[in-house]
């Protein structure tokens, strides 16, 4: 059976994916269910656990593990990328605001935030899988950028430019480089290093680290004799 026999909703749209930004269409039939949504996510998520690839899973696969039609999926995601992207979403608790009392405690809570998600099993293994499938789908990873990572870098960039404004931060050094610094050790563990610890005391230590290098000299800098 074809898939516009099966599925003659998602026949009409075409299988096309809306444009970035863009509403989705009016519902038409019966309402979708939240169950089902929430059935399939979680699908892919323990498929994931369990060791599959993002390139070795198929619609079909994810609906048999979800103990759902075909006909259910594609009718909520035109294909696997889109689903993928809600599927990221999912584990995606927004990060909390920088409270803007002190530009070493704001960095402090803003790597706190990714330990935490490092510290969760199933974001440290959909993020691995993401980044290995990347290249094979790199608008996968471009609308993750642009509706998640955009603006916690936006946030973590806010609070750097507020530390050289207050002369915490030397002006003369690169913020997008510097915004690297900080998450790069964290990321690096949770992605590369999976067996490595994420200790309570990491945020701290890798801030004042890199702010004790990037802080404006005080006073006459002596040369050892």
């Known amino acids: ?67 759902v039609g075909k006909a259910t999926v594609y009718r909520r995601w035109a294909g696997k990328s889109a689903l993928m ?48 499938h990347v290249r094979a789908q790199p608008e996968l990873w471009a609308e993750y950028h642009d509706t998640v990572v955009r603006a916690r870098r936006e946030a973590l960039l806010g609070v750097l430019r507020r530390g050289v404004a207050s002369g915490e931060i030397r002006a003369d050094r690169d913020l997008e480089t510097l915004a690297d610094l900080f ?10 290093h999976e067996w490595q610890e994420l200790p309570e005391e990491l945020p701290a230590d890798i801030v004042d680290t890199v702010l004790e290098g990037v802080r404006p000299a005080v006073g006459t800098v002596g040369t050892a004799g």
């Open 183 to 192: 998450v790069g050790p964290m990321l690096a563990r949770a992605l590369f």
């Open 1 to 67: 059976m074809s898939r516009a026999a099966e599925d003659p909703e998602g026949a009409a749209a075409g299988g096309r994916s809306r444009p970035r930004g863009s509403a989705a269409p009016a519902p038409r039939g019966r309402p979708r269910s939240a169950a089902a949504d929430s059935a399939i996510i979680e699908a892919v998520l323990r498929l994931l656990e369990e060791g599959a690839s993002i390139g070795e899973l198929s619609m079909e696969g994810i609906a048999r593990a979800a103990g």
């Open 85 to 132: 992207l809600d599927v990221m979403r999912s584990l995606d608790a927004p990060s909390p605001p920088p409270a803007g009392l002190s530009v070493r405690d704001d960095l402090v809570a803003l790597l706190e935030f990714l330990r935490r998600r490092g510290l969760a099993k199933r974001s440290s293994a959909l993020l691995r899988s993401v980044v290995s």
